[in-house]
């Protein structure tokens, strides 16, 4: 049974069927009427194990609500998923949607973007179809993915800065050293502290006090891109650059969001006249130098890599090299 109520921004649509509630709100009461219709149906066919038809972006607006809030990675995967609303293949029925239909639109994309960026795409949409072929969504009872051949990654960027590069970048943020006086300055110590720690943009901006532990020489980073938390030995360098934000904010390290941090650094880097090289390409510059100095698992367990073998490719030892140790 449907129940509609008026509330201050319109109209909230209550249902309870088969012993499932749920409710929504909407502008207008007719669209209100058509969730729950919608929604009750979708029950019904549900507790009767029958594969609930909606369509791929019916299923993205559910994935959005329920599922993509819980992810480090939220913000991007739902910029993502809208875009992907727009594409035709969008207004499909999930469960009639082949690999055919998936390859091609899987071609589409290459024909516009980078093959990163579709794999991107992919990866969410793979994710997309595993929950709505779990028994509670009963979208699809296929897994079309399967047959679809994702495009292969591109070589890992391993550019890194010189020193050069690194004096241009932050004279043109205007720091030159001690405590930060304007945002551009915060933005010069978070690259510095990105080449000294292989933090990324996200982590540093968003580092707290509470989670400095100057005694024990460590960041704790709660949550990372890969939803794991780590710990990021500090070295007296990265202390000292965090020392230097010291009584900017009382909760906060740095004040300046990813955005504006982003903003700020691409200007800068623009100003200087370097090209190809991005804030990212701070924590390969930094993963480069820390290989020198430790090992595989620990430089794993510091920049936050679940597999050690994609770090290989920063051991650039020569056979000779690696002979001189051996004696």
Known sequence: MAYFRKSGRGWRAEI???????????????????????????????????????????????????????????????????????????????????????????????????????????????????????????????????????????????????????????????????EPKTRKHEAAIAFLLSLETAMRAGEIVNLEWKHIDMDAMTAYLPKTKNSDDRYVPLSSRARELISRMDGVDKKKVFTISPGVLSTYFRSARNAAGIEGLTFHDARATAITQLSKRLDILELARMVGHRDPRSLMVYYRASPTDIAKKLG
């Open 16 to 178: 309870e069927k088969h012993g499932v509630r749920d409710s929504a709100s909407f502008p207008t009461k007719r669209e209100a009427q058509e969730w729950a219709a919608k929604r009750e149906a979708e029950i019904v066919a549900g507790s009767s194990g029958q594969v609930i038809r909606v369509t791929l972006s019916e299923a993205i607006d559910r994935y959005i609500k329920e599922i993509t809030p819980s992810k480090a990675s939220a913000r991007s995967e739902k910029l993502r998923l809208r875009a992907l609303q727009r594409h035709p293949l969008a207004k499909k029925i999930m469960q009639d949607i082949t690999p055919a239909d998936l390859a091609a639109w899987r071609d589409e994309r290459l024909s516009r973007v980078q093959p990163a960026s579709v794999i991107r795409e992919t990866n969410s949409l793979k994710a997309l179809w595993r929950q709505a072929k779990r028994l509670e969504w009963n979208y699809v009872d296929h897994e079309p993915w399967k047959e679809v051949t994702t495009p292969k990654a591109p070589p890992a960027r391993t550019q890194a800065y010189t020193q050069a590069q690194v004096d241009k970048i932050v004279a043109a943020l205007g720091y030159k050293g001690g």
